[in-house]
């Protein structure tokens, strides 16, 4: 339900109440009231540790270098360097699709890992890891390089993967890049972002300098689009209709050739501006380049952003854009027309991680939804003022909630929808709220882009008409109630 802006604040004073005086000040500082007419100013604090004991959804910095940003590369092999968990649990998880064949030009999906045992944290892992490449060198002869992304146990016996790197790199002829990115580091997996694209910085650009390259002024680089149900493919759709030429995707069906071309392009268009932004920036300062955040969920944000786009363009590339839109216009209608009857005044409750809670407000909004309640799993304070304009007075913000806040604000704000992560998933679905997968797309996608509008309108509609949610009750709330039953 929609609140007022003193609705919203009992709201919030009502979950802080049950925290030690310690613990309720500091939670105060992440939760607040959006309020538009302050847009631009810090709203809400953020990327700050999580309080110990509060169970928190976040992810580690090995997760954001690993799971994130490298790791989608598809033609380099990356290693888990220590313990078999880290390795298994980032594998595949993120639906990073990509082309090619797995295994000989292609290894997104497979897990490569040291496998630490208690000997290698006493004597140390770098033999093992200088043997790993070795063996992956014979194995996988078509690799085109290698990263190797340490987890925690690396940085705490001090293994010099720098060393090893520097010396296999020469031996076998090609980029190896260490990656300090042990998951104690910083206080969530956006600390990962930035070292990884520090070292792609260091060991990939600063190398391609002058490397040969056939421009055309219309070349241009998808910056943080990781392809999550082939997403970056609808993206390129949608550029390459426009006139635009895409040499690189980063990292989503990614190649290390392609990061090594970015230097050249006339325009960087950053999707995911918490995980990327930092690379992007470098290249401006280096080389010159413009960049601009662009937002391809639904249709009123996708023509805003190929017109913006277009700007940095000739005059044929602005023609050809209107007329790609007005074509556009006529599927999206279609869209519309069938799912807004049925979705209209429907409210969505999000939180997800550095872009969606959003960039997804928009494609809502196209389908007469109204976002309730918003927060970032690991944003930055800039995030959040970028978010407080797109939302209506009175929304709920938060950052970093606890697992006890977000079931709060649920069964107070009673949504039609939940989105969130896959950890929030089966605890709201049983609370009997349809739910959907935001950080993979509940295994459906792609979301963005033209086709990727039906499909995000399709799975709304599948997931909030579904007659189930109402035949759900929780177990905790059926157990008492079956208890009372027995009492009378």
Not at 257 to 272: D, R, S
Not at 363 to 388: P, R, S, W
Request: charged share 25%; aromatic share 10%; hydrophobic share 35%.
């Amino acid at each position: 339900m929609s609140m007022s802006k003193a609705e919203t604040q009992a709201l919030i004073d009502e979950v802080l109440e049950v925290y030690p005086a310690a613990a309720k000040k500091d939670r105060a500082k992440h939760l607040a009231v959006n309020d538009p007419e302050q847009a631009g100013s810090k709203c809400v604090t953020s990327n700050r540790k999580s309080l110990p004991g509060v169970m928190t959804i976040r992810g580690c910095s090995y997760a954001g270098s690993k799971g994130v940003v490298w790791g989608p590369v598809k033609d380099m092999i990356h290693i888990s360097h220590g313990p078999i968990g880290c390795g298994q649990y980032s594998r595949a998880g993120r639906r990073n699709y990509y082309s090619g064949t797995t295994g000989v030009d292609s290894f997104g999906t497979l897990n490569f890992t040291t496998d630490f045992q208690e000997r290698d944290i006493v004597f140390g892992g770098d033999k093992k890891l200088a043997a790993a490449i070795d063996e992956l060198e014979q194995l996988f002869p078509l690799s085109k390089g290698i990263s190797v992304q340490s987890e925690c146990p690396v940085g705490l016996i001090g293994d010099d993967i720098e060393a090893v790197a520097k010396t296999k790199s020469a031996e076998i002829g090609k980029t190896i890049v260490p990656v300090r990115c042990e998951g104690f580091r910083g206080v969530s997996q956006s600390l990962g972002h930035h070292i990884a694209n520090d070292t792609i910085r260091d060991h990939v650009l600063e190398k391609s300098a002058d490397k040969a390259f056939e421009s055309t002024p219309y070349d241009v680089a998808i910056i943080g689009d990781y392809n999550i149900g082939g997403d970056a493919w609808s993206s390129r759709i949608i550029l390459e209709d426009m006139g635009l030429r895409v040499v690189a995707q980063w990292s989503g069906d990614g190649t290390l050739a392609e990061m090594e071309n970015t230097p050249h392009v006339k325009l960087n268009l950053v999707h995911c501006y918490r995980s990327m932004n930092y690379i992007v920036r470098y290249m401006e300062e280096k080389n010159g380049i413009p960049w601009i955040e662009y937002n391809l969920f639904g249709p009123t944000k996708i023509a805003e952003s190929m017109r913006k786009i277009a700007t940095f363009f000739d005059d044929k590339i602005k023609a050809q854009t209107e007329a790609v839109i007005k074509r556009y216009q006529a599927q999206w209608d279609q869209v519309i027309a069938k799912y807004r009857p049925r979705l209209e005044g429907k409210t969505v409750m999000l939180y997800v991680g550095g872009l969606r809670p959003r960039h997804i407000i928009g494609a809502y909004e196209d389908l007469g939804m109204e976002i309730v309640g918003a927060g970032y799993e690991f944003a930055h304070n800039d995030d959040y003022v970028k978010t407080a304009p797109e939302l209506k007075e009175a929304t709920l913000l938060f950052d970093d909630a606890s697992a006890y806040e977000l079931e709060t604000f649920v069964k107070k704000l009673k949504p039609d929808l939940v989105g969130s992560g896959v950890k929030e998933k089966y605890v709201f679905q049983k609370m009997g709220f349809p739910f959907r997968q935001m950080h993979s797309w509940d295994y459906s996608g792609p979301y963005h882009g033209v086709d990727g509008f039906a499909i995000f309108a399709r799975d709304m509609d599948l997931t909030i008409n579904n007659p189930c949610w109402s035949k759900m009750q929780a177990p905790w709330v059926k157990a008492e109630a079956d208890s009372l039953q027995q009492s009378a």
